[in-house]
């Protein structure tokens, strides 16, 4: 085989290094997209202090019905069976880990404490500012105000457990979570900072 010209081994170099110069920044591009910890990592760093905001479990549709009323589960949007099914294999993913849960609390709405309940058992304190706001969007500021207040409080000893809705968790986070997902704060920080997402299990 005949030896390339020393400008043609200039190209062949410049172009090798190019080649990888852009394989380089698409292994950046995709670091830099998956941000905070995924599952396997956050179960790890997860420690006493620590908050979880969950969006309840399964429960088919969006929003309620018309006229529904928070003392009445019937007219609410509820779990399904994949829901509870869903419930009860958070709880256990908790427990296999070993993750020492301090406290629960969920929103008042029956799919927030039915979650909570088939999750993490009793006790589960119901608390106003984890209520969905999707019907009252003029509730946004100052129930996430109130929920940044409460979050920044605890301290243990355990993980803070918080059963709540879409909408509360976005306006807190800026995360969309599936059904079922599972956000993780460092609340030692005034800002609260997204340590990482646990994934509903499929």
Do not use: K, Y
């Not at 608390?127 to 946004?140: H, I, K, L």
């Amino acid at each position: 085989m005949t030896a390339a010209a020393p400008g043609a081994r200039a190209r062949i170099v410049l172009a090798r290094r190019a080649g990888v110069a852009a394989l380089l920044a698409a292994v950046l591009s995709q670091a830099l997209a998956a941000g905070p910890a995924e599952s396997a990592d956050i179960w790890l760093a997860m420690d006493d202090g620590a908050a979880v905001l969950m969006r309840h479990a399964e429960a088919p549709g969006g929003g309620d019905p018309p006229g529904f009323r928070l003392d009445d589960c019937t007219t609410q949007r509820n779990l399904d069976e994949v829901g509870r099914d869903q419930a009860r294999r958070i709880g256990q993913a908790f427990r296999e880990r070993g993750i020492r849960v301090g406290r629960v609390l969920s929103s008042r709405w029956c799919r927030a404490r039915d979650t909570a309940r088939l999750a993490f058992g009793e006790p589960v304190q119901e608390v106003e500012v984890f209520d969905s706001f999707f019907g009252a969007p003029q509730r946004r500021e100052a129930r996430t105000a109130d929920a940044r207040q409460l979050l920044r409080q605890w301290r243990g000893p355990g993980v803070l457990v918080v059963i709540t809705h879409q909408v509360n968790i976005t306006a807190l986070t800026g995360v969309f979570p599936a059904p079922g997902e599972a956000v993780v704060l460092n609340v030692r920080d005034a800002d609260l900072p997204l340590l990482g997402r646990i994934r509903p299990a499929p």
